[in-house]
């Protein structure tokens, strides 16, 4: 069912619906779909996108943008929680039809956490602790020779890991892509420490608590501040402001009591389930690619500028830990010495009560600007085969930017100009299409080249588009077009969660009623409500477990 422009998608009822197809037919679980069912496919030549993606990761780009660098990864982790394909190799998707049914997607189409509690239906007894109620933490592994603290043990320092067999050093995890480098692993470890905190915080050793009740009220409320942190901490960092207020309704979720959303493009209540918008997927939400830094200052130890391909050495699903020992050390657990100081992350000086630090002494590490550049590690990833790819190695060699476009083909995307186009009829003006000069503007000159021979800068693939818009306006955000397709995806998601922070209110039927972390008893050590990443960490603890 249609309502207003052509080729957008409205879910009707618990079904999903595109101009052609329902997605998915009874029975067949969840899929990915389309926004703008009824613009042409775009796919011009694999070779073609390859050599674009080759010169993506060409030369370094240096700016940094005003986003602290963790939310780089705190997306990755969002990702994870709202995307599994489950089609094949997951780098490469394969050519699907018109109807995009040939994408099985493995994650639940909410903002549910099923990445870390498990999917619903398949329970995972092995994440948590014989109580039930607290998930299990691993131990790292001591590196003798490091600076102190290191060469001791960290209870709770990592994951939990298989200990023997041939799986041994593997991640027990919901999502086992969480261990893919030790950003994000670090990541996946603080919120499995805030759902225990927040155990702890609900008075796990009351007498005649139930404990069920205590597990689903704590998995209830980490639930509702990561939806609150993902909208209002995160998407409104990287997002045009003018499109977050005109879809929201306000600029700023804290303090709100009532929302009125006003969505253009794809349209959902909370009732319906959506399906995973292969133009989020596959293109808008893969912004985070070019914010991602050749180098890191990540501890005391690891600063001030560590290579960002030494990030997946000190993984199982990437690197070698419980595969073969790492600088003469056999690791079946996350070394000691790679402990995550939050600090050069994240914004923790906006915390109160923690302790005092300089910035001059624990520079911030900022992301890079939303452009059409992405670090030149990008262009050498793992491949896959537990190596990491350096001038000698012999590790599969994959571009990150050649896989996103060949992807973003396969899935048979429209061009970014006519989807701006589309969401320019369907009421938003502020996206009209890209010229083609608009396209090739401040691009180095063989990147001008390179375009105009492909004739790129006429019909751009929608994921360089959506970089591109975003570079041509200073590359601190998102432009309208990849802001409404972030936005209004986000906001259906949330909406469609069993657990959301919008509800329905009966007095106010063209309103939903928003939840404000200010009324949740959870409070950091501060006292402050949790309202943004640098809050649930201070709340989970180890903010910087090595010390300074």
Known sequence: MHHGQKGTIEIVGERQVDPRNDIPPEGR???????????????????????????????EQLSDGPIPAGYTYFGQFVDHDITLDQSGDPSVAPEVGEDADNIRQGRSPSLDLDSLY????????????????????????????????????????????????????????????????????????????????????????????DPASVFLEARKLVTLHYQWIVLNDFVRRFVDPVTFKDILGVADLTGQRFVTPRPLVFK?????????????????????????????????????????????????????????PIFGIDMDTFPSNWLADWRRMFEMESVAGLKPFSRGAIPLNFARKLDTHLAPVLGNLPGGDGT???????????????????????????????????????????????????????????????????EFHQKTPLWFYILKEAENIGGDTLG???????????????????????????????????????????????????TSIPHLLAFAGDINPLGD
Not at 163 to 185: C, M, S, V, Y
């Open 480 to 530: 309208p077009v990849g802001s409404r397709i972030v936005i209004e995806t986000f906001l259906a998601l949330i909406r469609a969660s069993v657990v959301s922070i919008f509800s329905g209110d009966a007095d106010r039927p063209d309103d939903i009623a928003v939840f404000n972390p200010a009324s949740s008893s959870l409070r950091t050590p501060g006292g402050e409500a949790i």
């Open 118 to 209: 498990g999917a619903p239906d398949a329970g995972k007894p092995e994440l948590f602790e014989a109580d039930g109620l607290r998930f299990r933490l691993g131990t790292t592994t001591p590196t003798p020779g490091q600076p102190a603290p290191s060469e001791q043990a960290f209870p709770g320092g990592d994951v939990p890991r298989q200990a023997a067999g041939p799986d041994k050093g593997k991640a027990i995890i919901g999502d086992g892509r969480n261990d893919e480098n030790l950003i994000i692993q670090q990541l996946h470890l603080a919120f499995l420490k805030f759902h225990n905190e927040t155990v702890k915080a609900l008075g796990r050793g009351d007498t005649g608590v």
């Open 268 to 324: 959902v209540s909370s009732t319906q389930i959506p399906p995973m918008p292969l133009e989020f997927s596959g293109a808008a939400f893969r912004m985070g690619h070019t914010m991602v830094r050749e180098t890191y200052g990540w501890n005391k130890i690891f600063q001030p500028a560590f290579e960002f391909r030494f990030f997946f050495l000190f993984t199982h699903l990437s690197g070698d830990i419980g595969r073969r």
């Open 29 to 59: 679980g969840a899929r990915f779909g389309r926004i703008f069912g009824n613009l042409p496919r775009f796919r011009p030549t694999e070779a073609s996108l390859i050599r674009l993606g080759e010169e993506m990761t060409r030369v």
């Open 388 to 454: 990491v790819p350096g001038p000698t190695s012999t590790a599969k060699r994959r571009n990150l930017a050649s896989l996103n476009l060949v992807r973003g083909s396969r899935l048979g995307l429209p061009s970014g100009q006519d989807v701006a186009d589309a969401i320019a009829a369907a009421g938003d003006p502020r996206a009209k299409a890209l010229t083609p000069a608009q396209v090739l503007q401040g691009l180095p000159a063989e990147t001008r080249r390179v375009l105009a021979e492909l």
